[in-house]
């Protein structure tokens, strides 16, 4: 298929696709999925090889958030049958992020409801970050904790963590759709003030909410003009008691198609499969394997994904690999000082590859 021809070339090279292309990629048919898979596969292995980074969540707080995003659990007035506790303490976080580790994840992400944190919080996260690290060396940690007031990424980045999520999760034109309380706006600025704190940016997006492929080309597309080094995809878990309860899953093959167009606009990014793919990808995880190069391991913030042993099996079986804590991650053009921005078709320069 000339179109994927054209995507592997581009890819290699470390350019994203034209808005078109990545919305013909949408549109291919499932008799073609696997030449989508084996096209991509080919750009995601020559950044990262067969490298699988595992990922491991301790949720620091839980529930009870003011905001209304309508596909999260933790939702204002969410029914959603969930644990809610405020803060664990440092050492209970720290144990947490062990077992995590001891599974083989090199990042912790601490997470923790709400919309932003009070300086009082990130004093206490700071302190778990601390932790966090005395007891797990080499570990690299991502904090999640909402909106980033001013000065509270300096301080984020002084008590050791290395990176900021904050995910866009949805297009612009929709976002009001799916948030009142926020807007796209408030989030795109965050991930910059991460970004500017020297905090590497995470920041990815959620499918399956009911949106059109305009909408999910749009969103990758200010992903990738925000230049992410991480990007999470997830896949909406639609919880019973949030307005999204009754939203139909996509299939399993749109799942690998979007997973795929992720990874040709983010070519060299850390593309991550995250909540959700227990659900709507089912049998076909591994095959995305061959698209993204780190997932999270076991289970989510809300709901309980498949064991941590599985996910080991999985990767194995596949012919993938763990990464392991020696290895860096990112291409080195993405983690030098002199770091080389985002490319697009036409502005393209040649970079080494990883792999
Ligand atoms: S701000 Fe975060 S925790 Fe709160 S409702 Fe939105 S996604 Fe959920």
């Not at 030449?35 to 950044?47: L, T």
């Not at 912790?108 to 009070?118: F, H, I, K, M």
């Not at 990767?315 to 804590?325: H, K, N, R, S």
Request: aromatic content about 4%; overall charge negative.
């Amino acid at each position: 298929m000339e179109l994927l021809n054209t995507l592997v070339d581009n890819g290699l090279r470390g350019e994203s696709p034209t808005r078109a292309e990545a919305l013909a990629v949408l549109a291919t048919r499932d008799e073609d999925l696997l030449d989508v898979v084996a096209a991509a596969g080919r750009v995601r292995r020559q950044w990262f090889g067969r490298r699988v980074k595992l990922n491991y969540l301790v949720n620091l707080k839980s529930g009870l958030c003011p905001e209304d995003c309508s596909y999260c659990s933790q939702r204002l007035g969410s029914a959603a049958d969930i644990l809610k506790y405020t803060w664990l303490k440092p050492d209970e976080a720290a144990a947490s992020a062990k077992a995590g580790v001891a599974g083989g994840a090199k990042r912790v992400c601490l997470v923790a409801s709400g919309r932003g944190p009070t300086d009082r919080d990130i004093a206490r996260v700071a302190e778990t970050i601390s932790a966090v690290k005395e007891g797990n060396e080499g570990v690299e940690v991502c904090a999640c904790l909402g909106f980033l007031s001013e000065g509270q990424g300096d301080r984020l980045r002084e008590a050791g963590a290395d990176a900021y999520n904050h995910n866009l999760n949805a297009a612009e034109a929709t976002y009001q759709d799916i948030c009142s309380t926020h807007g796209f706006a408030d989030r795109v600025d965050t991930v910059r003030r991460a970004r500017d704190s020297g905090l590497s940016p995470c920041s990815g997006l959620i499918a399956g909410m009911g949106e059109s492929h305009e909408d999910l080309v749009d969103v990758a597309f200010a992903l990738r003009d925000l230049d992410p080094d991480s990007v999470p995809v997830n896949f909406l878990i639609p919880f019973e008691g949030t307005p999204l309860a009754g939203q139909q899953p996509l299939t399993p093959q749109e799942c690998l198609r979007v997973l795929a167009m992720v990874r040709f606009v983010c070519p060299d990014a850390e593309v991550r499969l995250a909540g959700g793919r227990e659900v709507q990808l089912r049998s076909l995880q591994p095959l995305a394997l061959h698209l993204v190069n780190s997932i999270f391991l076991g289970d989510y913030l809300t709901s309980e994904g498949q064991t941590g042993s599985a996910d080991l099996e999985m990767i194995a079986d596949a012919g993938f690999e763990v990464e392991g804590a020696d290895t860096t991650t990112l291409p080195e053009h993405r983690t030098s000082a002199d770091r080389v921005s985002v490319r697009r078709r036409g502005a393209g320069t040649d970079l080494p590859p990883n792999a």
